[in-house]
């Protein structure tokens, strides 16, 4: 088999698996909420104090889609903005407990999934594996 086809053999098969791990995400008390819906809830947990602005920012996305999301999550009770003390005009997002409670239900899937590789990796293939994808995400290829 020449290299070309192995390797979208290969693009194929972490394709199928990235999509049987949005499918396990997306199970049990997951299941009511959009991928982009974990994505916004995990990036707001990441980045305490990020306004709406520097999310649109950060998802290189039109602020009025940004909003509209964070709309959708403040009326689902998972996040909530604060006005800020120094500065009236800004605002900054958080979790809610809810919203905390989905994270740690989605930071325990990313957790089992982890373990699994690990059982069928050694540390040096994790650390060949984290170098290329690295290396091709940083390339910029598309």
Known sequence: MNQE??????MDKLSELMRKFQTQLRS?????????????IELIDKNAGISVSELSKTLDVKKST?????????DLG???????????RF???????????????HKQVHKDTIKKIL???????VQNFVNIVNKITLSKLY
Request: avoid cysteine.
């Open 28 to 40: 049990g008390d997951l299941k009511e909420y959009t991928l982009r819906q974990l994505y916004y």
């Open 78 to 88: 998972i996040v909530s903005k604060i006005q800020s003390s120094e500065d009236k």
């Open 66 to 74: 940004v909003s509209v999301a964070i709309n959708q999550l403040i």
């Open 91 to 105: 605002y900054f997002l958080q979790l809610t407990k809810k919203g905390n409670y989905i994270m740690e239900m």
């Open 5 to 10: 086809l192995e390797l979208v053999e290969s």
């Open 119 to 125: 059982k069928i990796l050694n540390q040096e293939e």
